[in-house]
Antibody, heavy 120, light 110 residues
């Protein structure tokens, strides 16, 4: 069964940084585009970022563009999200998600999520 | 800015059939938007139900089905069960690698 395990969440101050990781298993990681999706407390889902299979293209929501960086290490089956210049409105559960193929394909599997809280 | 629209709430009787929709603030939803549907119970991660309009994700019962109805994507639940009471989100591909989620529909089964 596909498994996506996020780590690295926690408390950060406004203007601070955090790096999320997502360890993938039970599928050939390098063959699938990956994404991050977040959900603020009591709110709906928001697509944050996607990355192609080999990392040669990345895409970002306007709300995080220029502050967040998605990357992947196919040798370690791991997805990352570097979050800089954090704001209170970035407080959310961040889900790692596997796509069915390329970055224009839908999500089929989700991780359990990592909580990021931005507060002073 | 394109907005993906969903009914904020819907109610269905146990055993009944309900169709939730997913539209665009401007334009029509088509198969090229790869419409997908996700189910989420409180405190849990989302679960993929339907992707690419009507492909059922692994382990999803066949009483969940997807389609295009008119200018919207649709999720139909037949034989609704109390366990189906939760939030449902759709997502659409906007080209250029961008995706947008709808605001979600809270389904009540009573």
């Amino acid at each position: 069964e596909v498994l996506l395990l996020e780590s690295g969440g926690g408390l950060a101050q406004p203007g601070g940084s955090l790096r999320l990781s997502c360890a993938a298993s039970a599928f050939t990681f390098k063959n699938y585009a990956m994404s991050w999706v977040r959900q603020a407390p009591g709110k709906g889902l928001e697509w944050v970022s996607s990355i192609t299979t080999n990392g040669d293209a990345t895409y970002y929501a306007d709300s995080v563009k220029g502050r967040f960086t998605i990357s992947r290490d196919n040798s370690k089956n791991t997805l990352f999200l570097q979050m800089n210049s954090l704001r209170a409105e970035d407080t959310a559960v961040y889900y790692c998600a596997k796509r069915t193929a390329g970055s224009n394909s839908p999500i089929d599997y989700w991780g359990q999520g990592a909580l990021v809280t931005v507060s002073s | 800015q394109t907005v993906v629209t969903q009914e904020p709430s819907f109610s269905v009787s146990p055993g009944g059939t309900v169709t939730l929709t997913c539209g665009l603030s401007s334009g029509s939803v088509s198969a090229s938007s790869y419409p997908s549907w996700y189910q989420q119970t409180p405190g849990q991660a989302p679960r993929t139900l339907i992707y690419s309009t009507n492909a059922r994700s692994s382990g999803v019962p066949d009483r969940f089905s997807g389609s295009i109805l008119g200018n919207k994507a649709a999720l139909t639940i037949t034989g609704a069960q109390t366990d189906d009471e939760c939030d449902y989100y759709c997502a659409l591909y906007m080209s250029g690698g961008f995706w947008v989620f709808g605001g979600g529909t809270r389904l009540t089964v009573l």
